[in-house]
């Protein structure tokens, strides 16, 4: 994936309007990779360059219950700190009745490396429309109090 994409940074959390933090979940929590590139935004941290941007998060298990919902509460706090506006999902779409968690969109692996569900990445797409609605309108308001 990082031959693809390339490995996040500082600047790329700098110029997001909104930040969408993904991770497997190691034991409850996420992966030592994520936190590693959390702490690596400090310095942004430090002069304030993530406050008020939108914030999400989603993950993935190898079992049920292994889990989701408590990887995606942990993730709440960093950016919470980083000043990040959180954006959970509630049941504000009706695939939350049956995929995904309120925290963020979720999935489960099983020890095969199962693909997602049609129901998780409708969960997933979800995620994404409403934390880009947020940032767009959180973006608008800066722009108009700059008028």
């Known amino acids: 994936m990082t031959k693809e994409y390339g490995i996040p940074n500082e600047g790329d959390a700098e110029w997001a309007d909104g930040i969408i933090f993904g991770t497997p979940t190691r034991f409850g929590n996420s992966s030592a990779e994520l936190k590693a590139f959390i702490d690596s935004l400090g310095g ?7 406050n008020g941007k939108a914030g999400g998060a989603f993950c993935s298990t190898s079992t049920t219950h292994g889990g989701n919902e408590s990887t995606l509460i942990s993730l709440y706090n960093p ?17 939350m009745f049956q995929a995904g968690t309120p925290y963020g969109a979720s ?15 409708t969960v997933a797409r979800f995620q994404g429309r409403r934390v880009t609605e947020v940032a767009t309108a959180l973006r608008n308001a800066r722009i108009t109090e700059t008028k």
Request: glycine fraction near 10%.
């Open 44 to 50: 942004l941290w430090f002069q304030g360059k993530l």
């Open 79 to 95: 950016m919470c700190h980083l000043g990040l506006i959180l954006v959970p999902l509630g049941y504000a779409d009706p695939a």
């Open 107 to 121: 999935s489960v692996s099983g020890q095969n490396s199962t693909p997602p569900t049609d129901l998780d990445l």
